[in-house]
């Protein structure tokens, strides 16, 4: 079956209960999203990415989250992946916008996803929720990879 690529922004939202299992439907979606809108080129990294953002929702809220894939569409195609939860803490590392460290904890279990954002993600960032702005509470944080050279596939 043949894929279309289209010049038009598109945008996708996927509401995920808070069940240790939605990293891994986020990933199917995103997978199938990337591949029918013929992008497949960022699968990897997005994967991986959405996967920690995904993650990191489950693991610090207590409540549902929802997944936006949103693509410009355009010459310059840029994929958006954004990921709110009920959670209003912003993590430092998105928050102050700090240096990754050099060193981590090498027999920490955990603590390194949001350090693999900022590190692969051509642009990341953070907003706060609240009821004015969209029905919702929370926080939202998000990536940006750019279809045509990412910044991590030209690190590789």
């Not at 996803?113 to 926080?139: I, N, T």
Request: hydrophobic content about 35%.
């Amino acid at each position: 079956m043949a894929t279309v690529s289209s010049q038009q922004p598109w945008t996708y939202t996927l509401d995920l209960p808070h069940d240790p299992r939605a990293a891994g439907v986020a990933r199917t979606t995103l997978r199938a999203v990337l591949f029918r809108h013929a992008i497949s080129e960022l699968v990897d990294v997005a994967e991986l990415l959405t996967s920690e953002l995904v993650t990191n929702a489950y693991l610090h809220s207590d409540g549902p989250a929802s997944l936006r894939l949103h693509s410009t569409g355009l010459e310059d195609e840029r994929l958006r992946v954004s990921v709110w939860d009920t959670n209003p803490d912003i993590p430092t590392t998105f928050r102050e916008r700090v240096a990754p460290p050099r060193d981590c904890d090498r027999e920490g279990e955990g603590g390194r996803g949001l350090l693999l954002v900022q590190m692969c993600a051509d642009r990341w960032g953070s907003h706060l929720l609240d009821d004015e702005l969209c029905g919702k509470r929370g926080k939202m944080l998000w990536f940006e990879l750019d279809a045509n050279g990412s910044t991590y596939r030209t690190a590789a």
